[in-house]
């Protein structure tokens, strides 16, 4: 079967730094990616890893380890404006580069004063 | 990047009856994909249209229930059909990048079916 599991909810402080990890299991793998959605908006893209290590963009970086079938979503700096909820994605290994996601349960997070 | 027109992005409709879900993009892709994302919870994809052949759906969702159309490489509908408020839900299109690493979205279209 297909299975993403990330936390249900983080709770930080602003200035802080929150990682949100994510373990798969998909029938395929062609790359891990984050989406930040806020409340009544589009999923947005923040990354996609589909090696092993570190992807850093800005404040937000994200890791993979493929061995593990593990990646995390590192936010520093915390704002008020990262409140939201953060979805990881798989894309499974073709049958053609399809460009098909299947999401986690999502996490959300609440940044505090 | 790509930017994705979706309309209605809001409706209430009453049981039984069938709403049309039209998804437009400023450029030409090969795939379109529809997902639903029920209040609170993840995105579940519905099906994946095609132009110039039927759309795929995944495991839990029927053509007669979800209609697709893709009369061309930049527009798309989805028609949910015979409601019930079970169907009560945001209806997202997404297309992806030429890497098919990035995913854009539509700003949804939020469905209360009474």
């Known amino acids: 079967g297909q299975s993403l599991e990330q936390p249900s909810e983080v709770t930080a402080v602003e200035g802080a730094i929150v990682q949100i990890n994510c373990t798969y299991q998909t029938s395929g793998f062609y790359g891990l990616s984050w989406y930040q959605q806020h409340d009544g908006g589009a999923p947005t893209f923040l990354s996609y890893n589909a090696l092993d290590g570190l992807e850093e963009t800005g404040r937000f970086s994200s890791f993979l380890s493929r061995s593990d079938s593990y990646g995390y979503l590192l936010l520093q700096e915390l704002q008020m404006k990262d409140s939201a909820s953060y979805f990881c994605?798989?894309?499974?290994?073709?049958?053609?580069?399809?460009?098909?996601?299947?999401f986690g349960q999502g996490t959300t997070l609440q940044v505090k004063p | 990047s790509a930017v994705i027109s979706q309309k209605p992005s809001r409706d209430i409709c009453q049981r039984g009856t069938s709403l049309t879900i039209q998804c437009q993009v400023d450029s030409q892709v090969t795939m379109m994909f529809w997902y639903r994302q029920q209040p609170g919870q993840s995105l579940t994809l519905i099906a994946t249209a095609n132009q110039g052949s039927e759309a795929t759906y995944e495991s839990g969702f029927v053509i007669d229930k979800f209609p697709i159309s893709r009369p061309n490489l930049t527009f798309s509908t989805l028609t949910v059909s015979n409601m019930s408020p079970e169907d009560s839900s945001i209806y997202l299109c997404?297309?992806?990048?030429?890497?098919?690493?990035?995913?854009?979205f539509g700003q949804g279209t939020r469905l209360t079916v009474v």
């Open positions: 997404s297309v992806a990048d030429i890497k098919n690493t990035e995913a854009f």
């Open positions: 994605a798989v894309r499974e290994a073709p049958s053609g580069n399809t460009g098909k996601l299947i």
